[in-house]
């Protein structure tokens, strides 16, 4: 059973690492070149330390099945997101060069940077959370840069590089040392578990920081954010909720998939609009209210998962 007094506790301490690096961008501590190298650091050194670590980890529990499982319902899920897609253009009656940034949003959740962090805090498993990046990390440049290109000059181009990242790389390592029973020697797993410890502060620190870019006034009347946040965040839960329910008998492995559902819009939005000329403006706005109000809705979303117990 979930401790939602802690739930609620570890978001508030997410929330305030966010406004701390907000308030440190505003006042200069963190300027865009430092922003930009801490992003790199989290998503090629310390995530994939953390990853790797928990795969090797005493405490992790469940079968080669259950990891195997987790595969298949998180690629079931980016199924069901790229279906519901098609519905944005109708929802939010969007003109013809912005559905496919809101496609991409929709498809598309802060998986690295909160989803991790977030489902390590509340369930304590960092590894189906891992898991679902796999797929996570080979679609976002692949039908995610299509999906942003499609009105662009630029054109999506899918290379080796792009989908073999330190992410899926070390994802995919984790999964074999489960499914293989393979434990790393302690002073390696202890390294990898100290530099991945520094994800999660690290993490807030960056979002919050690309959030001190937008403009809050400008920000704060974009009524099809806000709309747009509600859908992402609530909407979209709900559904996998309601879904996975009829499939998913293990709680964690549910709630896991509810909450990676549930996370805002990617971070990484911005910057692959700027790539394939699309209009960054508009999901930076969107990327900073969904982030925002996430830190309700994902403490209200896992109260509603453990009153389904």
């Known amino acids: 059973m979930i401790d939602m007094t802690t739930v609620i506790a570890k978001m508030f301490m997410l929330f305030a690492i966010m406004i701390t690096g907000f308030i440190t961008s505003r006042l200069g501590v963190i300027d ?6 801490f992003s790199t650091l989290v998503v090629n050194i310390t995530a994939p330390a953390l990853i790797l670590a928990s795969a090797s980890d005493d405490k992790l529990s469940g079968s080669r099945t259950d990891a195997l499982f987790v595969l298949l319902i998180a690629c079931c899920m ?3 997101l790229y279906i519901v897609s098609f ?19 929709t498809i598309f959740g802060n998986n690295s940077f909160m989803g991790i962090p977030v489902v390590n805090a509340i369930f ?7 898991l679902f990046n796999l797929p996570n990390n080979l679609l976002i440049y692949s039908l995610g840069g299509y999906l942003l290109s499609s009105n662009g000059e630029k054109k999506s181009k899918l290379t080796l590089k792009n989908i073999m990242n330190p992410g899926v790389i070390s994802s995919a390592l984790a999964l074999i040392m489960f499914l293989c029973r393979i434990k790393l020697p302690f002073v390696v797993k202890d390294t990898l578990q100290c530099v991945g410890d520094v994800t999660t502060p690290l993490s807030m620190l960056v979002i919050g920081s690309s959030l001190a870019t937008q403009s809050v ?3 704060l009347k974009n009524v099809r954010a806000y709309l747009f946040s509600f859908f992402k965040l609530l909407i979209i ?8 329910h009829f499939i998913i008998t293990d709680f964690v ?6 909450i990676i559902s549930a996370m805002p819009c990617a971070a990484v939005t911005i910057m692959l609009c700027n790539e394939y000329d699309n209009d960054a403006s508009a999901a930076a706005q969107t990327v900073f209210i969904s982030t925002v109000l996430s830190v309700i809705t994902i403490p209200v979303l896992t109260y509603l998962i453990t009153l389904t117990l």
């Open 32 to 37: 865009e070149t430092a922003n930009k190298k």
């Open 78 to 80: 980016y199924l069901f």
């Open 87 to 105: 519905s944005v253009k109708y929802i939010f009656r969007l003109k013809q060069k912005q559905i496919g940034l809101y496609r991409f949003m």
């Open 124 to 130: 304590n498993n960092v590894f189906y959370a891992a």
């Open 217 to 219: 006034t400008k920000t």
């Open 237 to 244: 839960p709900a559904c996998v909720w309601f879904l996975g």
């Open 253 to 258: 492995i549910l709630g896991v998939t509810v």
